[in-house]
T-cell receptor
Framework: KAGVTQTPRYLIKTRGQQVTLSCSPISGHRSVSWYQQTPGQGLQFLFEYFSETQRNKGNFPGRFSGRQFSNSRSEMNVSTLELGDSALYLC??????????????FGEGSRLTVL | GNSVTQMEGPVTLSEEAFLTINCTYT??????LFWYVQYPGEGLQLLLKATKADDKGSNKGFEATYRKETTSFHLEKGSVQVSDSAVYFC????????????FGTGTRLTIIP
């Protein structure tokens, strides 16, 4: 079974630009979560989508947004990029309910560099 | 709010040594606890979990016991291998109907042959 696929794997942007990252979850998974990983802050929860609805949101500014499509694929968008947005953005999918809560399957991440 | 505290790394051990990585948590009620591992250049993988007090999670020779009285979930392995070199993250989730994991800062483990 295919794993979680994130695209693009690497990208470089300049301050003020916007970026869209894509995530294809494991087939059958209805929950997609996004995390930001940086050396200074570690892993920070951005948001989670379940069946196209945002179910939970972390403490990030409104420049960070996301959505989920009917096929469970998800995108996240960061507008007006700042230098501090440079990070590895990890997507994770899961069944999203019941006894498997917290059992996430992560992609390899999209590494964003903002210059 | 919820939080997870892990021992500071990096940790360097010789092959076949005993490993302990400490993890304590702060949360009300009864969170579920996890250890995730991140190998170089990869995303995180679930290593083991425990959902209630005194549960022991185990996988690939690693073990961790959910200790409610000390709010701890220390990771142990009796004999580490070079292939165990990775970053280890302790995490918790609270409640149902969400997948918001709270992670510790991670502990980088390097095993020397």
């Amino acid at each position: 079974k295919a794993g979680v696929t994130q695209t693009p794997r690497y990208l470089i942007k300049t301050r003020g630009q916007q970026v869209t990252l894509s995530c294809s979850p494991i087939s059958g998974h209805r929950s997609v979560s996004w995390y930001q990983q940086t050396p200074g802050q570690g892993l920070q929860f951005l948001f989670e989508y379940f069946s196209e609805t945002q179910r939970n949101k972390g403490n990030f500014p409104g420049r960070f947004s996301g959505r989920q499509f009917s096929n469970s694929r998800s995108e996240m968008n960061v507008s007006t990029l700042e230098l501090g947005d440079s990070a590895l953005y990890l997507c994770a999918s899961s069944l999203g309910h019941g006894s498997t809560a917290g059992e996430l399957f992560f992609g390899e991440g999209s590494r964003l560099t903002v210059l | 709010g919820n939080s997870v505290t892990q021992m500071e790394g990096p940790v360097t051990l010789s092959e076949e040594a005993f490993l302990t990585i400490n993890c304590t948590y702060t949360a009300t009620g009864y969170p579920s606890l996890f250890w995730y591992v991140q190998y170089p250049g990869e995303g995180l993988q679930l290593l083991l979990k425990a959902t209630k007090a005194d549960d022991k999670g185990s996988n690939k020779g690693f073990e961790a016991t959910y200790r409610k009285e000390t709010t701890s979930f220390h990771l142990e392995k009796g004999s580490v291998q070079v292939s165990d070199s990775a970053v280890y993250f302790c995490a918790l989730i609270k409640g149902f109907g969400n997948e918001k994991l709270t992670f510790g800062t991670g502990t980088r483990l390097t095993i020397i042959p």
